[in-house]
């Protein structure tokens, strides 16, 4: 058997003999794809509105109705008394005040214009933008209903009106899930790769075994490639039964080839255990190398495109996700599975990948240094 043939079968060994890495392979995509895609959802739900009447008319009730139908809002309180509104937003019971001003009909009918009063708790500055922005797209839709309903049009010449029709593409049931499943992927696959390789040589130094494969023959590339292969293929098991939960759960299925993405990954996948390798060889517990894997991974998560859209990003951010692999791998998945994109249409993520592995497994073998 050759030297590399030997690292491979220990390390083989040693992953099977070890309960704790079986079950992070197949509990931890199955808990995190069961558990993610239904809890991060971009929609925001069940705003907490007070609403502050002091008309008490038939258009005031009806507005009241109107928002309430919708489902995105949640009345919690109806009343007169803006003091008790105000109370209500500084314990933070409500997210916002509509204010509904005296004389709210009469206006609307004799003048044709009123005002509204809208106040926005933004503590929560994403939920105060969006509550708003539903709430402010309702008074529109709100007044838009009354104007046709009073207009009367000379018979000789009908009004204006200008209808637009659209289509949603790639996703034309806007299921949220579509979107956030292929990039929970790639974030299963970030972790678990990282996580196992960055403790791997810090293992090997914590019980002693790295003093023995220093003094042995075996040169550094078969070292570094035995501890490699065996995470590599792991890895592509786990993005295996992340497509079957996928699939079988929430009815997933790439537009585009499934090799498309297994080349991409089998290339993605040597970049994040290059990574953990590297972290492996310069750390000296596997505490240590836990940190730094997870402080990592967290850049890369944060800045990878899944939950912020990058191009609402600083410019300074935006050079950071440029040199993240999580963005690349994100991107193909998204594009392969919504889109139908093939490899030729990701060739300049998929040469940014292949540049990125190879520069970090060549320093992870330089890194390495073998003492007798």
């Known amino acids: 058997m050759s030297k590399l043939g030997v690292i491979l079968s220990k390390e083989f060994r040693q992953i099977i003999r070890n309960p704790a890495i079986i079950r992070l392979i197949f509990i931890m995509p ?16 069940n ?26 809002f949640r009345v919690i309180g109806y009343g007169s008394d803006r003091d008790l509104a105000m109370e209500a937003i500084e314990k933070d019971q ?11 009909e009469r206006d609307l009918i004799r003048e044709e214009s009123a005002r509204l009063m809208l106040a926005v708790n933004a503590i929560n500055g994403v939920k105060a933008g969006l509550g708003g922005a539903y709430l402010n797209n309702l008074l529109r839709q709100f007044n838009g209903d009354i104007r046709t309903e009073w207009l009367q049009p000379d018979r000789l010449q009908k009004p204006f009106s200008i209808t637009t029709t659209f289509t949603n593409w790639f996703n034309p049931g806007m299921n949220y ?13 970030t972790m678990v790769g990282m996580n196992l390789t960055a403790i791997n040589i810090v293992r090997e130094k914590e019980i002693g075994t790295i003093e023995q494969i ?3 023959p075996i040169k550094k590339h078969h070292f570094i490639l035995g501890k490699l292969i065996p995470f590599w ?23 585009g ?16 255990l290059g990574m953990g390798l590297l972290v492996s060889t310069f ?17 890369f998560i944060l800045m990878g495109g899944l939950y912020t859209n990058i191009d609402s990003m600083p410019e300074w951010a935006k050079w950071i996700t440029r040199i993240n692999p999580v963005t690349y791998f994100i991107e193909v998945m998204r594009r392969v599975v919504l889109k139908g994109a093939t490899l030729g249409d990701v060739t300049k993520e998929f040469a940014v990948i292949i540049g990125y592995a190879m520069l970090v497994n060549g320093l992870a073998i330089l890194s390495y240094r073998k003492r007798s």
């Open 233 to 255: 293929v792991l890895g592509l098991v786990v993005l295996t039964i992340g497509f079957l939960i996928a699939r079988l759960v929430y009815g997933i299925v790439p537009l």
């Open 94 to 104: 409500a997210d916002l005040i509509l204010e509904i001003p005296h004389n709210f």
């Open 283 to 299: 750390s000296a517990t596997q505490q240590q190398a836990m940190l730094v894997s997870f402080f990592i991974m967290m850049i």
């Open 257 to 272: 080839a499934y090799w498309t993405i297994y080349v991409f990954a089998a290339v993605y996948l040597l970049v994040i």
């Open 47 to 72: 705003i907490n509105l007070q609403v502050t009447d002091h008309d008490h008319s038939t258009l005031s009730r009806r507005l009241i109705d109107n928002i309430s139908a919708t489902g995105y």
């Open 214 to 216: 220093n003094v042995s």
């Open 30 to 45: 199955v808990i995190q794809l069961l558990v993610l895609p239904n809890a991060a959802d971009y929609e925001i739900k």
């Open 177 to 189: 899930k579509y979107f956030m499943v292929p990039g929970i992927l790639v974030l299963l696959l």
